[in-house]
């Protein structure tokens, strides 16, 4: 893993390829957009290097003016941000992942790559292109994601090759794509040359389905199956122990945020839907507001990211599963309205519960299983309606 990182590393930089696909993962940079975008990409890497024809070629071949195809995993998240997301980076150290082989969003002008490059952009855990990403979308070539599909913005070719399910996590729907491919190419096994990659793979699903737990209620048959494949591979003396001790691992280091103060908080999984900011915490909020000055990074962020409402979610899972969340802004009657609309969504019911606060809408939300994802239909039907 370390040679292939290297080696596309120093390529990338000194400019020396053919064609440069990039995965790109979401721009929270959670664990699963992380290791969906790196594993995809080294497969991508494995894949185009087995199916090239090496005999034919080689020894027509002058090495020093050859160029190649790379495949580069790009995080989307600042370099000096990975300490931000604390599972990412105890995970990514745990596999001996270091960052100096890695690409952030600050690395590269990707507007000057697409001028200059023959470049294919493939999305894994995501299907709607950030605002200062939109510009990627006559580039992308291929789709892996997990959530309900968002046909409003689609704007990419009609051949793009598309694998939208909803599981519990889109690595699932990366190991699945790895094994149809590899398959299909009969040409050795990808998990043999990178079994950190399954070892990723394994933990990323375990987390993201918090070890398939009722409660949570993320995981599907399709997670279990792909868990149940990777510990062919992984083939750990106890499955049931090993899934145990990781997620406990995984959830510890997300929540080990005490370091973290307000305003880096707001930066450790944010999305942005039109102007609603949207970060959320691996705590409930009413621990995040009880931080100092949590309210002042809150209102420094929204001028920053141009928002004009915060939508904060919180989560504990430390003991039995709790969640709420607040709205902020200094538009009165926006927050009134999108509660509004918050309250009375129905598909599915968030069963918000509001409490009591003179600084903010706060609220319980009943319904454990709705996360982030479930909020976003009834944020564009705000933005559509009430801006
Ligand atoms: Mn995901």
Redesign the pocket.
């Known amino acids: 893993m370390e040679d292939y990182l290297n080696y596309t590393v120093n390529v990338l930089k000194s400019r020396n390829y053919v064609n440069l696909t990039i995965v790109l993962g979401?721009e929270s940079c959670?664990l699963?957009?992380a290791v969906?975008s790196l594993v995809y990409a080294t497969f991508l890497h494995w894949q185009h290097q087995k199916m090239k024809c090496k005999v034919c070629t080689r020894n027509k071949r002058d090495e020093s003016t050859y160029k190649d195809d790379i495949f580069v995993s790009l995080l989307d998240v600042d370099r000096q941000d990975l300490p931000l997301k604390t599972e990412v980076a105890f995970c990514f150290k745990e596999h001996s992942l270091r960052d100096n082989f890695l690409l952030f969003r600050d690395d590269i002008d990707l507007k000057n790559l697409v001028e200059d490059s023959k470049i294919n952009i493939v999305l894994v855990?995501?299907h709607v292109l950030s605002k200062k990403y939109e510009f990627l979308s006559p580039y992308v070539t291929e789709i892996i994601?997990?959530?309900p599909i968002d046909k409003n913005n689609w704007s990419y070719k009609d051949d793009v090759r598309s694998t939208i399910e909803i599981v519990g996590?889109?690595?699932t729907l990366v190991t699945q794509r790895i094994q149809d491919l590899s398959a299909l190419m009969n040409r050795g096994d990808f998990f043999d040359d990178y079994e950190v990659c399954a070892d990723l793979l394994h933990s990323v699903i375990l987390l993201?389905t918090v070890n398939f737990s009722k409660e949570v209620n993320k995981a599907t048959p399709h997670d279990k199956d792909k868990v149940q494949f990777l510990e062919t591979i992984l083939k750990p003396s106890d499955c049931m122990e090993e899934r145990k001790i990781k997620v406990q691992r995984l959830v510890e280091a997300r929540s080990d945020v005490a370091l973290l103060n307000a305003a880096q908080l707001l930066r450790k999984d944010v999305k942005i839907v039109g102007d609603v900011f949207i970060p959320s915490f691996p705590i409930l909020v009413e621990v995040y507001l009880r931080k100092p000055e949590a309210l002042k990074a809150v209102s420094e962020a929204l001028s920053q990211r141009k928002c004009t409402v915060a939508l904060l979610l919180g989560m504990d899972l430390t003991g039995d599963l709790r969640r709420d969340g607040a709205i902020i802004s200094d538009d009165a009657e926006k927050v009134e309205k999108f509660s509004k609309i918050l309250q009375e969504w129905k598909s599915p019911c968030l069963q918000l519960s509001p409490e009591e606060n003179s600084e903010c809408f706060f609220f319980k939300q009943l319904n454990l299983s709705a996360s982030r994802k479930q909020y976003i239909a009834p944020i564009n039907e705000f933005l559509n309606n009430c801006n």
């Open positions: 979401n959670d699963d957009s969906s855990d995501h994601d997990h959530r996590s889109c690595c993201d």
